[in-house]
Every structure is written in structure tokens, then in C-alpha cells.
């Protein structure tokens, strides 16, 4: 049975454009998440270029959707999910070709005949319409007895007669060539003022396309607080304006380090990048261009230190961590104060970055060639920050025995911290110990690089461990193998503190 309906601002907010192509937007309710693997945000493309046909579509899913969610207390499992189905199969073809063959005078006429005659069941198309309504409901097995005398099969037949009216009605439309065309001058394109899209919904796609989250997540919140602060709510009005002074009043205050600051602008510049690909803003990234110039001073000032073998052991010395592990006002133990110190001891010999270390599992840890390692890969949920991030780094001999009885109660994820909370955990730490802006969780990572260099171990071998593009990475991709797993122990093992 088609639904559909005219009504089209009421509608434009579940459409998005992408590379020409038009595609559907909903939020799932709750109570039909499981039908949708569990999906809150539902997209589908219409397969359409022609934004009068997307509407249609558009029309036709929505009212779709609102009846599958009216019958979730009346239908069983298996009967809403195949509703799901045809839903998700739904496509412009099957909405109006059942009038594509009309000209405009037998549409005129049909027009005239259903918005003038008291139509019953006996109608010829009221009897099509029911009876194809009927088998897909027995279909679906489910009752489809009613009394054509009650206010049921009137109920019924005006909404058959209202579908078939709004069906010809954007026919006409379509054959008297008044569909809406994309206004484009120089392939920049004008976002039509009915397709607004919140700031919160571009932020909640965006969000979703990317694998690891929470870094966009927590940066682009704070972008909505300020921009719902101010009453800005549609991306489209975000102007660079705007992104100066969500900078300068907003941005400044959390982050006085321009560094820092300037790598929030940069996931801000992603994000709009999105907006514009996904046609919600013209080709204008009002984030660009807003990060600050920094000065050979400000770099310097900047620049991430290495640890010196005394502040490894001022980081070690069991008084300083038992008081990391501590809630100094509750003298209580911290929410992970036993994996503070395995995740320290496997950055200061390992060079794993630190979501590279959160995301670790029991089967990570693997036995290559009789050499325990850590293997990093972009399984699952994980992130990696590049192809050559995925990587074995064998596991020091200085922590294999802690590595190892740590693993003996996991069943599957090592450690329950966050990288985001690892990172302000840590960060009150060294500041405690007396360390600045310089020195940070990944200060770790060079402290391990400058000690393997200092070791005269070579370049390329460096870069495989720590995950990094090697020089002419091309050419050693296409012509070599990665190094020996015991060529990687053998420099590892010259890391010592």
C-alpha cells in the first residue's frame, strides 16, 4: 500500500544530498532498534538524482515507518520484521509506476473524477488497492477480517483515494517540468533553506562514520554548547565568524596552549569538510583558516620532551605511584588504580601510543616465533591512525613476566580506562611530580624512540615499531617484507632506563 504525501517541508529534514545523489535520514525509535541491528541513526540512499522523486520516496518511508511503529503492540516479531523489509527494499519505482503511463489530460481527468465522486469499495481502483492490501497483509499472516459497513473501510479508502491523489498530482508535476532543479553556478552549489540541518544531527552522522568517536565527540560538543548558547542551531549559519570567536571566547579558556588549540581546529576543519561533502554548507569550511600562526618561539615552547632516565624514576618510585593510585581526599583506592602502572611500563618499553595500549585484548598478545608480542590491528571496534600502525612489536624482557600475569584473569579487554580518561589521569599526575606542558602520556613514546636511535638501530627498523611511514615507504612496501620478529626483538631489548 503507498503512502504518499505532498507535504514537503514538513519532510525535507530527512533529506541529504551526496555527490548528486539523494538519500534518507531518520532516527529510529527506540522501541524498532532491534529490527535495524540496533541502529539509532537509519540512512538509505534513494537512489535518485531528482529531488522531486526523492520526496516522494521520502514521504513514502516516513509514513512507512509511523505505521510499522503503530503496529509493534499488535504484530509478532517476525511479522514487523518483514515490514522492516519492504521498508528497507522500498525504492521510486515501486511508489509511482503504477501511473507513469498517464498523460496530463488523463491526469487532469482522474484528478477531477477522485476530488469530486464520493468513492466506495466498489470502485474498481478502491477493489485493486484493498485486495493488494489484503494479500500482503495475509502474506504477513496476519487478520485482515473487517466489516466493510463500519468507519474501518472508510477510513481505509480515503487514505487509498488521498495516496492516489497526491501520486498523480506529483506526476502532473514531473510531466509539466516544474520539479525543483539544483540551482549551480560553478559546481558551487545553493543549499535550499528547507534543508537545514541541525548542528546536532550533522554532528551525531559525522560521529558515526568515524570509527573511534570520542576524540570528534568531545571537541564538537563543545562547539554545540557554545553554538546553542548562541542560538545557533543549523549548520548552514555557522559562519567563519562564528568559529573565530567560539576560538577566542570559547576555545582559549580550555586550551591556552595554541598547540592544543590549533588541534581542536583541525577536527573542527574535518568536520565541516563532512558538512560540505554531504552538501549541508556551500564549499566554504568556516573552520579554515581559524587555527593560530605559531612563531619558531611558540613551537619551540610546544614541542612534546622526552623523559631523562631520572624522571622515569621519579615516575616509578613506588611512593609517587601508590599516591597516583590514591584518591588523596578519600585516601581510597582510584577506578583503575591497578592498571596505571602496567599501561606506563608498556608505553616506556613498547612505544605503543596510548589508544593503541586501552584497546589492547588477551588475544593481541600473541606468540610469534617464540616471541611474546603485542599485536596491533584495526580488529573490531579498534582505531589505528594508519596502515602502518597495524603492526607485532615484541614484548620487552623487562615487562614480559608483568605483561603475562597481568593477562592470567582477562578474558578479553586488558584495561577498562579510556584513553580520554588515561590522559587527564595522567596528565594531574605529572603535573604533581612537577613536570609542565612539554611532558605528556606520549612523551613516553619519545623517550623509547630517542633510546633506540641512541642505540644506533637503524631508521626504518624505528619506524616499523613505533608505526610509523618509513622513508620511500613506497618502495619498501612493494619490494620488501616487514623485518624478522626477531630482528624487531633484537632492538628492542636495547631500551633500557
Known amino acids: 500500500m503507498f503512502v504518499i504525501c505532498l507535504l514537503k517541508n514538513k519532510y525535507m529534514k530527512h533529506i541529504f544530498k551526496r555527490n548528486q545523489t539523494y538519500y534518507y535520514r531518520v532516527i529510529i525509535p527506540k522501541i524498532l532498534q532491534k529490527y535495524f541491528t540496533k541502529k539509532t541513526l537509519y540512512i538509505k540512499s534513494l ?36 515490514l522492516v523489509s519492504e521498508f528497507e527494499d522500498a525504492n521510486i519505482k515501486n511508489i509511482i509506476n503504477r501511473n507513469s503511463h498517464l498523460t496530463i489530460a488523463q491526469i487532469n481527468s482522474e484528478l477531477e473524477y477522485y476530488a469530486n465522486n464520493n468513492i466506495t469499495h466498489e470502485d474498481p481502483f478502491i477493489k485493486t488497492e484493498v485486495a493488494s492490501l489484503l494479500f500482503l497483509l495475509n502474506k504477513n499472516g496476519v487478520d485482515t477480517l ?10 481505509i479508502i480515503d487514505n487509498i483515494v488521498q495516496i492516489k491523489i497526491n501520486a498523480l498530482n506529483e506526476l502532473k508535476n514531473k510531466l509539466s517540468e516544474t520539479i525543483y532543479k539544483d540551482i549551480t553556478t560553478n559546481n558551487i552549489h545553493t543549499i ?15 560521529v558515526k562514520s568515524k570509527k573511534s568517536d ?28 562564528i568559529i573565530i570567536k567560539f576560538r577566542d571566547t570559547y576555545l582559549v579558556k580550555k586550551y591556552p596552549n595554541k598547540n592544543s588549540l590549533n588541534q581542536v ?68 583506592l582510584k577506578k583503575y588504580a591497578s592498571e596505571y602502572e602496567v599501561i606506563i611500563k608498556i608505553a616506556m618499553f613498547s612505544g605503543l601510543r596510548a589508544n593503541e595500549i586501552v584497546q589492547l585484548t588477551k588475544s593481541d598478545i600473541v606468540l610469534k616465533d617464540n616471541i611474546y608480542c603485542f599485536d ?7 582505531d589505528t591512525k594508519n596502515d602502518y600502525s597495524v603492526r607485532l612489536v615484541p614484548i620487552h624482557s623487562k615487562i614480559l613476566n608483568l605483561v603475562l600475569n597481568y ?40 623517550s623509547f624512540t630517542n633510546k633506540l636511535k ?26 620488501s617484507n616487514k623485518y624478522n620478529i626477531n630482528i624487531l626483538k633484537e632492538a628492542i631489548e636495547n631500551v633500557a632506563y
Open 376 to 382: 596491533i590491528n584495526a580488529e573490531g571496534n579498534k
Open 454 to 479: 641512541q642505540s644506533e638501530v637503524s631508521a626504518n627498523i624505528i619506524d616499523e615499531l613505533t608505526g610509523h611511514a618509513q622513508d620511500s615507504a613506497m618502495s619498501m612496501q612493494r619490494y
Open 146 to 155: 473487517f466489516d466493510t459497513d463500519t468507519d474501518d473501510i472508510n477510513l
Open 214 to 241: 570520542s576524540k570528534y565527540r568531545f571537541y564538537l560538543n563543545m562547539l554545540l554548547e557554545y553554538c546553542n548558547k548562541n542560538k545557533i542551531y543549523d549548520v548552514i549559519n555557522i559562519k567563519h565568524n
Open 47 to 82: 537512489k535518485t538524482t531528482n529531488k522531486n522523486d526523492a520526496i516522494i520516496l521520502v514521504n513514502y518511508l516516513d509514513s512507512k515507518l509511523n505505521y510499522i511503529k503503530s503496529q509493534t503492540m499488535l504484530l509478532n516479531t517476525n511479522e514487523i520484521q518483514s
Open 192 to 206: 535550499d533553506n528547507n534543508n537545514n540541518i541541525k548542528l546536532d544531527v550533522a554532528i551525531a552522522e559525522f
Open 265 to 332: 581546529l583541525t577536527h573542527l576543519v574535518t568536520f565541516f569538510n563532512y558538512c560540505i561533502k554531504c552538501e549541508y554548507i556551500n564549499n566554504v569550511n568556516p573552520a579554515q583558516g581559524a587555527k593560530f600562526k605559531l612563531s619558531t618561539n611558540d613551537k619551540v615552547k610546544n614541542k612534546r620532551q622526552k623523559y631523562s632516565d631520572d624522571d622515569i624514576k621519579k615516575i616509578l618510585d613506588i611512593n609517587n605511584i601508590n599516591k597516583f593510585k590514591t584518591n588523596q581526599k578519600t585516601k581510597l
Open 407 to 446: 593477562i592470567k584473569n582477562k578474558s578479553k579487554n586488558l584495561f577498562k580506562i579510556t584513553q580520554k580518561q588515561l590522559t587527564k589521569d595522567y596528565s594531574l599526575y605529572k603535573k604533581s611530580l612537577g613536570f609542565n606542558t612539554q611532558y605528556v602520556f606520549h612523551s613516553f613514546r619519545h
